[in-house]
């Protein structure tokens, strides 16, 4: 029996795109490969920008440096590994216009510009799949899109960026500062030399926004979404955590909220008996709950090149599978019934600490100011003396307009030394 070829070309062959490569040329997958698709699924060609350098695995009769030749080829699928959005974005669109699938593991991208993504690779009869945008290795991108496909999602709360989730975790077991922390997530090449992207939740916003469109049916459109990074949370708030029974972890949340949903970034007190609060280092889990199916969990090495590139075989096998049958997978459904709450009407319990002068009648003054904004104290602790006077509040819930207007006014108090951690709190399983 001849089995026919999906011809498959890759662009790029960094961390994600060589270990594909190896992967998809692993003969002890071979047969797997061959059978699961009835196909013969192989590499024609791969582009990079540097043709010289040595790849380990990756036969230099296939690296070209010629992105748009290997594009214009017989091809059946593209993998784009190569990052960005420009000409990733044309590249990618220039595939899918020719009917030719696009499998992708750039967030960045997806969240940008997906829904035209997705309409062009329907039009055209193609496939668009991007499981390792994702949480890496973790499949979660195809669960809610078949096995929860009929279930009503109340909320997706994930650990999406195992480089926060490195940086917190060090913060957590060994005391360590901020700054250390993260001056050690780079030397173990956990963070990049510039890690905006990672710690002010900038990648961690773009999977929440991919994650939201599968559970809910929002568009992808590169539409900002609160996002709140994990720079300003200090050794001693994570200490003051753990001593409450909660750990910080910075979370991606889209959930549904009175008769809206909202998505967003930030960090927040997980309690320790939480699955969440057990996910330690760079690993990624997402946690989900289904109306019908009740907490779900899902862990895994959200990074790495080769975690990453089972991701992006899968969504190849898929691809080559739905080729081989003349099929293509139907886009997401958009749902425009949804609105999104703005993030100042949303209501949680929050800590904060402040820096404050050590001096009599600090503490009156600031009580006044939670007083005037209607946010009711929980529970408040006073420790340091001197230049490290602080204070620390949990909140009971408030609305967060009110916590805004509390910190705004309580930044004017001239006792006000600095405005520390802003973290809510998760209770009754919501922040
Ligand atoms: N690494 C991970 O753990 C991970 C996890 C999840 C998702 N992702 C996503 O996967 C994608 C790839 O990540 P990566 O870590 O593999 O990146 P990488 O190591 O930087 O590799 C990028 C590759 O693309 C090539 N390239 C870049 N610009 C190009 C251009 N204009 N034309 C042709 N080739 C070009 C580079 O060529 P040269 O080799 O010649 O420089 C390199 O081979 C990104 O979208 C990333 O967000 C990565």
Redesign the pocket.
Known sequence: MTVPIVRVGV????????ELIRLLGDPSRHVALVDAATADVQVVGV?????D?A?AGVAPSLIT?D?SALLASDLDIVV?????LD??RGYIEAALSRGVSVV??????IAECGTELARLAHENRADLFYE??VG?AIPILRALRTSLAGERIERVMGIVNGTTNFILSEMTSAGSDYADALAQAQALGYAESDPRADVEGFDAAAKVQILSSLAYGTELTGEPILREGITGVRAVDVEFAHRSGYVIKLLGVAERVDGGISRRVHPAMVPVDHPLAAVHGAMNAVFVEGAASGPLMWLGQ????R??ATAVLGDVMHAARNRVSGRHDVPFSVDGTLTTVEPGDLSSVYYLSLDVLDEPGVLASVAGVFGRHHVSIQSMEQSGFGDEARLSFVTHVALTRDVWATLDELAQLTSVDSIGACVRVIEGGRA
Do not use: Y
């Open positions: 662009l790029g062959a960094g961390f994600v795109g060589a582009a990079v920008r540097d043709r350098k790849r440096d992105a784009e590994v190569m990052g960005g000409p990733t992708t593991a750039n967030k960045a991208l390792a945008a890496g959200g990074a790495g090149g975690p990453t």
